[in-house]
């Protein structure tokens, strides 16, 4: 039995959507005429899906919280003993959204087809991703998917809590700097203009200050549009060029390269890093294949290349710890524990450790960054509008020199 997605009209002529199992599209559209409506489309899950893939991954892509909440459903109820098809199928009932809710179904339907769980969800890779699969097969085959699910469970929710953390972090000073340099632009585009009116009859000499101001002024306001859709275009063209591999790849060395930029981009890829390789190997992956899944979560390509050759000596016998300092890119402390727990064979509590350590730090920097951030804002804020009232202010304070 497959799942099929709908869209029909019913009695009063309403558009509706839908999912419903059944064995093929013709017994759906039977349904659905049963109930009097007329069918629209009818779609099996899978292919709908396919479809989804091949558009804008932005408008298709199921929330971290969507993800984590299901996951900590799933675990939940696999964990109080209900078979996992029985738990798929409650997941779906109690979800709300019709993607989520098909998706669900959809899995559901492959896993009463005799595949495994790990399988089913391979039909959705965008949503989850060979991380969680991996994570899924090791658990069906050692016998402990309800420990699996708890763990991933923890992940993609602590994942998605670091996610809102920085997106909170990062969304104060945006706001400020949007409004910073909108205010800026209002006042050299429409409200200096109207104040220096009365400087073009007077016939004295300007100061330099304000001749500045005025040539500024005029400049935004004759060429402030072009220069608008030429950053917008640098920006666009920018991100062009990031879909090329080797000027990405050019990019990210940069990035590792300045100071502070570089602290950051360290500590938050090798956060994710040893996250995901404590939650591989906890659950048994073998280390090799936890090593290569986890350097795909690294954004930072050289770093995701230098696990990657690290892999290479661990499988030709070299240690996990001396493998990745090899780059240079990863922090002593990572390395350092990762190290005991080699010699302690506790290799994932050192690696939860690790993520925890770097986590701790990168919240507390970008902290400091934040909170040095707004009084900076503040200072450049209150230095452009002196100059823009001094600017404005000496003509008049010359002119009152002269009727003196």
């Known amino acids: 039995m497959s799942v099929f997605e709908y869209k029909a009209l019913d009695a009063n002529g309403k558009e509706t959507k839908g999912v419903l199992e059944a064995d093929n599209s013709r017994q759906v559209r039977q349904i659905l005429r049963d109930k009097g409506w007329m069918a629209l489309s009818v779609d099996e899950t899978r292919q709908t899906e396919e479809k989804k893939r091949k558009q804008i991954a932005l408008f298709n892509s199921v929330s971290a919280t969507d993800l984590s909440l299901l ?12 078979p996992v098809e029985e738990a798929l199928q409650a997941v779906s009932q109690q979800t709300e959204k019709p993607r989520l809710k098909s998706m669900v179904m959809g899995v559901r339907s492959r896993v009463l087809e005799g595949h495994s769980l790990a399988t089913a969800l391979a039909d959705y890779p965008h949503v989850f991703n060979e991380l969680f699969r991996s994570t899924v097969e090791a658990g069906e085959q050692s016998g402990h998917i309800n420990t699996v699910l708890d763990r991933l469970a923890d992940y993609t929710e602590g994942r998605q809590q670091l996610q809102q953390k920085m997106m909170m972090a990062l969304l104060y000073p945006i706001l400020i700097s949007i409004v910073a340099v909108v205010v800026v632009v209002l006042l050299l ?3 200096v203009p109207q104040v220096v009116e009365m400087f073009d009859h007077i016939g004295q000499e300007l100061p330099m200050l304000t001749i500045g101001m005025i040539a500024t002024s005029d ?24 879909k090329n591999e080797g000027f990405k790849r050019e990019y990210h060395k940069f990035l590792l390269k300045i100071p502070l930029i570089s602290k950051l981009v360290r500590g938050l890829n090798t956060a994710r890093f040893a996250r995901t390789f404590s939650i591989l190997a906890a659950s048994g992956v073998p280390i090799l294949d936890a090593m290569r899944i986890s350097s795909q979560v690294l954004v930072n390509l050289p770093m995701r290349d230098a696990v990657a050759e690290a892999s290479d000596r661990v499988r030709e016998g070299a240690g996990i710890s001396k493998s990745l300092a090899a780059s240079g890119y990863f922090p002593p402390m990572t390395i350092h524990l990762i190290a005991s727990g080699e010699t302690s064979g506790n290799l ?57």
């Open 71 to 82: 996951t900590r459903q799933l675990s939940t109820l696999v964990r109080s003993g209900i």
């Open 189 to 191: 585009a429409y409200v």
């Open 219 to 242: 400049f935004i306001t004759q060429y402030g549009i072009y220069v608008a859709a030429l950053l917008v275009m640098m920006f666009v063209g920018f991100q062009y060029m990031l």
């Open 348 to 404: 994932e509590e050192m690696l939860e450790r690790s993520a925890d350590s770097q986590e701790r730090e990168m919240e507390a920097l970008l902290g400091t960054i934040m909170g040095l951030f707004e009084p900076l804002m503040i200072l450049f804020m209150g230095a452009t509008v002196l100059v823009i009232v001094l600017a404005i202010m000496m003509p008049i304070l010359d002119m009152n020199q002269l009727v003196k």
